[in-house]
């Protein structure tokens, strides 16, 4: 009999198991020595202890670029264009860097830039021009940060907008204290249902990055329906983790779709947008 034909005798057999094991052991112990190197890598080299951030992998970025081109009904090389506008505004940028280390949490953050699947909050922004974005959750106040600046190259363009970023903190958002982004960002300390409830003017783009759990969530997309206008969009941060807002977009008669982001050189798995419009 040869190699072959025994092969497949033997995967016939409640053996085949153990006869494949040490492949099966390889290829496993490849993988998880992967995520032990990144993870160890990480440990000796980063500060962060929540809120993780980290490059997109070359294929996250380019997926991506086609989420928002699909749910925004821009070309791609517009999508495309507008990360390349976030990723090389260098005053941002340095603006972060020196926040950072001047920040009473510098022990506790990265220096080093990295926005992850901001750059699709940013795109999003750029491709429909709300007046008015709300963000719940800023922690340190990148994300508030990356829409800001989203909305000044808006206003350069003649559509000016502003962003209200909520947050139950009132540490949070020192990033987004400096002009000219501060000149667009109204930060509201509180919790998010109240703050969301006090809003006296319509909601184009709502992006949902505070408590992640799913009632919370759900309470927000219900709090901020009455306070939208027409065809405003709604992001979530939390789609890797619950169904909520594709259940919102399925009650009220939107479309829904989610995109995952892989981060590179990371052992996070990454978190998401989901979008309902
Ligand atoms: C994941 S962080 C926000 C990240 C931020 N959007 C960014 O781009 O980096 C979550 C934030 O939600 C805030 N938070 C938690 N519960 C909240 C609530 N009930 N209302 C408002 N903010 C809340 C936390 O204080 C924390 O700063």
Redesign the pocket.
Known sequence: MDATKLRRAIARTPFAPVAAFPKRLARVARHDAKVLRTSARWLLTSREH??Y?YELTKLSRHHLAWFVSVVCDVPVKQVRAYFGEIESDDVLRRHIESATAGAARRGLADRHVRYAR?IG?YAIVRATRPQHVV??????????C?LAAALLRNAAEGHPGRVT?????PE?GYLARTAPWSEVVDLVI????A?IAALDRPVDLF?H????SRA?EKREFEAVEGKLAPGAILLT?NVTATNVLAEHAERTGRKFLAYRETPANHWYPGDGIGVAW
Not at 209 to 212: P, R, T, Y
Request: hydrophobic residues 25%.
């Open positions: 929540h809120n951030t901001r909050w963000e719940t959750g800023v922690d340190k106040g990148l994300g508030s990356v970023s909520l947050d139950i903190n949070a509180g919790d998010s249902i703050s992006l990055d505070s408590d992640h919370h941060d």
